[in-house]
């Protein structure tokens, strides 16, 4: 049941409609914790976190992303931290005064914890977001040799959202 309530929560946040979406989300974490379910807390935490930095309510999503981080600390474990760190990057971008350089030092941890597990999927997912930052920044060479390094060692997959993201971007960028 929780499981099912924080995923329709979050299509819900997904289509804008995030009151609704992010109330439905933390009822299915509530319910999941009720039930004493509690790995992959810190990537759920993660999920909800996302929506509401969507939602423009960066700071809640910082608070969680915390909870999340100290939650990880506590127990051991590791497997959603570079996705966190990823959300993290992005919620600081969010605020109202942007935090670009502990943005960037997210992205790069992201980018290091998922190469290090060998999570091809989040260190995409970071690469993207860190070159992002360094096209806006006027790194775009830099940003470029990041995200071809990581998106070349994909040999399929290539209709997934996430290479037609890359691969757009690297056509900016190039």
């Known amino acids: 049941m929780g499981v099912l309530t924080l995923q329709r929560g979050r299509a819900l946040a997904a289509q804008g409609q995030y009151a609704e979406g992010l109330a439905q ?3 299915g974490l509530a319910a999941k914790q009720a ?3 509690e790995i992959g807390r810190p990537g759920e935490l993660a999920l909800i976190a996302e929506a509401y930095g969507r939602s423009g309510q960066a700071e809640a999503g910082l608070r969680l992303l915390d909870e999340a981080l100290a939650w990880m ?3 051991g474990e590791d497997r959603d931290t570079a996705s966190v760190y990823r959300v993290k ?13 502990q943005a960037e030092a997210c992205f790069q941890q992201a980018l290091t914890i998922a190469h290090r597990q060998q999570a ?3 260190e995409l997912r970071a690469a993207m977001r860190l070159a992002r930052l360094w096209q806006q920044q006027g790194k775009r060479a830099e940003a470029y ?9 994909f040999t399929e997959g290539f ?5 037609q993201e890359a691969k757009a971007l690297l056509a900016a960028l190039s």
Do not use: F, I, N
């Not at 990057?89 to 350089?101: I, Y």
């Not at 040799?145 to 060692?153: D, Q, S």
């Not at 209709?159 to 290479?163: E, S």
């Open 120 to 122: 091809k999927s989040y």
């Open 89 to 101: 990057g992005e919620l600081l971008l969010r605020q109202a005064v942007p935090d670009t350089s």
């Open 25 to 27: 989300m933390r009822q």
């Open 145 to 153: 040799r990041l995200l071809a390094e990581v998106y070349g060692w």
């Open 159 to 163: 209709d997934t959202h996430d290479l």
């Open 35 to 37: 039930a004493g379910a």
């Open 73 to 75: 600390d506590k127990h």
